[in-house]
Nanobody
Framework: QVQLVESGGGLVQPGGSLRLSCAAS????????MGWYRQAQGKQRELVAA???????NYADSVKGRFTISRDNAKNLVYLQMNSLKPEDTAVYYC????????WGQGTQVTVSS
């Protein structure tokens, strides 16, 4: 199993952009699904976006057209490009690897506020 470390979070104004990165300690080439989840204060963790080993993607309705997930198997990295950010996107964002087992990263805080 791999370990995952997220980075790229921070404070951004509404309408701004951030790119989150998820660095894996080992190869992600054969990992079936890599995903980004988020958990806002007082709410349940929810799926934001996921990408399969074949490159198929899935997005939450709330982020479609604004967020893009991608994976670089050569660098063992997964990205979440977030554009047109809204205050309701404020949450801790987690990376998850799933392939018959699953592993979570420690999370990175994203705060969208003026």
């Amino acid at each position: 199993q791999v370990q995952l470390v997220e980075s790229g979070g921070g404070l951004v104004q509404p309408g701004g952009s951030l790119r989150l990165s998820c660095a894996a300690s080992g190869s992600i080439f054969s990992i079936a699904v890599m995903g980004w989840y988020r958990q806002a204060q007082g709410k349940q963790r929810e799926l934001v976006a996921a990408i399969t080993s074949g490159g198929n993607t899935n997005y939450a309705d709330s982020v479609k057209g604004r967020f893009t997930i991608s994976r670089d198997n050569a660098k063992n990295l997964v990205y979440l490009q977030m554009n047109s950010l809204k205050p309701e996107d404020t949450a801790v964002y987690y990376c998850k690897a799933a392939s018959g087992w699953f592993v979570w990263g420690q999370g990175t805080q994203v705060t969208v506020s003026s």
